[in-house]
């Protein structure tokens, strides 16, 4: 699959593009299958290790929610409204309406494009429920075990609501982008536990994170609000995580192999900018990708949203250890990307307890 892509991909000023035959891609999709190389690492100490994981497997497990009970499926989606503002964070309709095209028909882009967005995230949370359902095996300690195991349930539910609120409120979703499956493929095919986690709880759930928080405060949809609510209280614990198992890890790594996790999360983070290029929209649509490259390029709202997605990864590769290493090497990279203003921001393992959605509403509705 790799190499297939490679032989795709060319250069657009500072973004990479993947010009893909999606048929032929799907086929060797079902040609493939996956070698998950990660090891079986046994523990024989039952007793807790490391208390800020055996607390946060507590928090989980009093975090947990019911995708049916929980959420209000009945409320009807609104086809004549903006669920998202009109203007400044989607090209699609903008671009239409610059044309001339009528509001009713704008407002059908808006809702395919965010298909296409939400589709992608949803695509994000499959691999997420795969790659966790091993990490267990690789985790080095009982305390990580029992966390990775609580994490299998919260993203098999992601994917259920995710896949549900597409197929029942919008048009159904598109299939994975090609910088997504790269990137992933990547973070599947490298067998160390730490790499794993770096790419999946770091990278692909911080992004998450920071996009569906973003996606919460804009939109006025209620249902999408509140699934957005209880979906980012799973997710700010696994960045958590993430951020908690390898804080003391990467201390003792020596500079050589720092500077191959930096260079990593650098790679992952070009990958998933370039992925929200949404080239598969502007195919559907008959646009010119270039030309679409260039208005997503001037469009300020979209500037915006791309770089918000990067407010929790920086402060966490931050705590990590992993921006001033090997001289800067990170933060050098993250300043050229222009994300390294959020370095200062609070990192997901101390503000994922503000995040708990889940228990503030349980906290309001007991002392009603």
Known sequence: MEKLLAEHRRRLGDFELVEIDEQRIAELRDEIDVDVPIDLHWTWSYASEVEELRALYERGKRGQWNAEADVDWSIPFPRDEWFLPKEGLQILPSVLASAGVDDAVCRAAAFDEFAWTLSQLLHGEQAALQLCGQLTNACPTLDAKFYAASQVIDEARHVEVFAKYLDTKLTGHYPI???????????????????????????????ALAAFGFMHQMTTEPLLKKLLRYVMSDEARHVAFGVLSLQEYYA???????????????????????????????????????????????????????????????PNCKKLGLLDRNKGLLRKRFTELGVIQFEDWVDTGEEYAMLDEVAKDREAAASA
Do not use: C, P
């Open 177 to 207: 982008n090609a910088h997504l499956r790269m990137l992933l493929d990547d973070i599947i095919n490298d067998s160390r536990w730490d790499m794993t986690y770096l790419g999946m709880q770091i990278m692909v759930e911080g992004l």
């Open 252 to 314: 003792q790594l020596d500079a050589a192999e720092i500077r191959e996790r930096q260079e990593f999360a650098f790679e992952a983070a070009v990958r998933m900018r370039d992925r929200f290029l949404q080239q598969e929209v502007w195919d559907r649509m008959g646009v010119s990708v270039k030309d679409a490259l260039e208005l997503v390029m001037a469009d300020e709202g979209r500037k915006m949203f791309q770089n918000i997605l990067f407010s929790k990864i920086v």
